[in-house]
């Protein structure tokens, strides 16, 4: 399927990380330029090496405007515009008792979670708007409608994330820019391998025993009883940035494997 987007220009952050990388690969493969962004810079090179397309790397920390606007600039010095922004860089935060969480603790989710995406749109949106098209994709979470009790810092700046999207969609349409959330849930990652590495030394078990034992305990939705793969995100956040999903604004797009059990979103 042609999705239409051959020598559009994409910013993809957290590049460095799986899902991050899978959807610049994929997207590369569509004919994307594509700009990869991280906090790594021996990462983010190594993962440009690998994708072999024409792209080119940014590093910085998203927490920061600075950071942001130079991304930008980046992009629009190498490929003179920028299409698509996939927003997949953020961290779990600390985990515990609610009201045991520090200030500080709920300031580096939010910092790193919802403000990154606010700076990032900033920095964008007005190539975006000049061209008249776009897209906005942020990677949310399961948590954002499904809160876990011990979670709470990183469910609240999901939550405030997905908001702030679909606030930007009612906007920027009128300026042909397309604003999205994908929420995925267990994906097979470098932030998942460390939930399981942890759980794994905490009960003395196995590191599959622990992703199995925290399927059946703390994910029993999930009914295919696997974690999600990159590949399977990164396939929806193509559609999304595509001609193909020209009609698709202001969703929040779960890719959870049934992990949250309503039907509502």
């Known amino acids: ?15 460095a990380g799986g899902l991050g990388f899978e959807t610049a690969r ?19 090179k190594q993962r440009a090496e690998e994708l072999g397309a024409d792209c080119c790397t940014h590093v910085g920390d998203l927490t920061r405007q600075a950071d942001a606007d130079e991304l930008a600039r980046c992009a629009l010095e190498r490929f003179g515009t920028i299409d698509i922004v996939v927003h997949t860089a953020g961290i779990t935060g ?3 008792e609610p009201l045991e969480m520090s200030d500080s ?6 910092q790193a979670n919802l403000m990154s995406s606010v700076r990032i749109a900033r920095a964008t ?6 061209r008249g098209w776009g897209r906005f994709v942020c990677v949310s979470s399961e948590n954002a409608v499904q809160p876990y009790w011990d979670e709470v810092v990183y469910n609240v700046s999901k939550a405030g994330l997905s908001a702030f999207v679909k606030n930007l969609s009612y906007g ?13 849930a267990f994906i097979e990652s470098p932030m998942t391998d460390g939930m399981m590495h942890q759980r794994s ?23 295919l009883e696997r974690r999600g793969q ?17 009609f698709i604004n202001g969703a929040n797009l779960r890719v959870d494997g049934g992990a949250v059990m309503s039907v509502q979103n």
Not at 1 to 15: E, F, H, K, P, Q
Not at 230 to 246: K, M, N, P, T, Y
């Open 230 to 246: 990159a590949h399977e995100v990164a396939g929806l956040i193509a559609l999304l940035v595509s001609e193909r999903g020209s």
């Open 1 to 15: 399927m042609d999705l239409g987007i051959s020598n559009r220009v994409a910013i993809i952050t957290g590049a």
């Open 201 to 223: 030394d905490n009960l003395g078990v196995s590191f599959q025993q622990a992703v199995e034992s925290f399927l059946d305990e703390e994910r029993p939705g999930i009914a």
């Open 172 to 184: 920027e349409a009128k300026h042909g820019i397309l604003c999205n959330t994908v929420a995925p």
């Open 26 to 44: 994929v997207l590369a493969e569509e004919g994307v330029r594509v700009v990869l962004s991280d906090t790594d810079d021996s990462a983010v």
């Open 105 to 110: 603790d709920f300031e580096a989710t939010w």
């Open 125 to 130: 949106f007005p190539a975006m708007r000049e």
């Open 94 to 96: 600390a985990k515990g």
